[in-house]
């Protein structure tokens, strides 16, 4: 039995219900919440494992419930939703969602989604900590410290800094990136990337030890002294 508990946020019956049956038969506990109010409230009073959240909700809408919840904690969160525009998808990712699926959808293939996110955002998964004199980036624990200072960063962003603070001196491409921290069937605008690299800098400068250095028309590099 799987032992994640998923919260579907999500106001229609027809496919809350629809989720609800391949989530039982993954062997998911979860719940379901008809609004963004009542979705919030559940999320607050008994935290899931990951989220499932529809965007175009009665009261408080997605946007306001993905930035609410990405206030609170690092909770995965699946959007699940009809607005399909590359606008849509890049916003979805920027703030702070780990995947992004578009109504009318495959229910085993939300379920593989599911799944791979879970994987990815489970402690232990084939993550070793990077640890600089300055850094120490841990996604086990979801701990960054910077200059002895522990920061808060959206899971995305993290996994962006350690898919690069692991492979240091080393050219990754944006596509690259995109493989590995979004999936490789990541469908929005590669330019998220930038969008995340540029808040990831305003967090943790640079130092004596690392920075990180964009490679005009290819990708970004983690210089470390010394590696």
């Not at 027809?14 to 919030?40: M, N, Q, T």
Request: proline share 7%; aromatic share 8%.
């Amino acid at each position: 039995m799987a032992e994640a508990n998923i919260l579907v946020i999500e106001d229609d019956p027809y496919i809350s219900d629809l989720i609800g049956l391949y989530l039982k038969r993954e062997g998911y506990p979860f719940s379901i919440a008809g609004d963004g109010e009542d979705g919030i409230d559940q999320f607050l009073s008994d935290p899931p494992d990951l989220v499932i959240l529809d965007l175009m909700l009665p009261g408080y809408d997605g946007w306001t419930v993905c930035r609410r919840i990405r206030a609170e904690r690092s909770t995965p969160i699946i959007i699940l939703t009809g607005k399909g525009e590359s606008y849509d998808k890049l916003k979805g990712f920027e703030l702070g969602a780990d995947d992004y699926l578009v109504k009318p959808f495959d229910p085993k293939e939300l379920m593989a989604r599911v799944k791979a996110v879970l994987r990815r955002t489970k402690p232990g998964f084939a993550r070793e900590p990077v640890k600089l004199p300055d850094l120490v980036v841990d996604l086990d624990r979801y701990v960054v410290v910077c200059g002895g200072a522990e920061l808060t960063l959206p899971p995305k962003e993290m996994e962006l800094l350690h898919a690069l603070a692991s492979t240091p001196n080393r050219v990754l491409t944006r596509e690259q990136l995109l493989d590995r921290v979004w999936g490789f069937d990541f469908e929005g605008d590669p330019r998220t990337v930038d969008v995340h690299i540029k808040r990831i800098r305003e967090k943790i400068g640079s130092s004596a030890h690392y920075r990180i250095e964009t490679i005009r028309g290819v990708g970004y590099k983690f210089e470390v002294s010394g590696a």
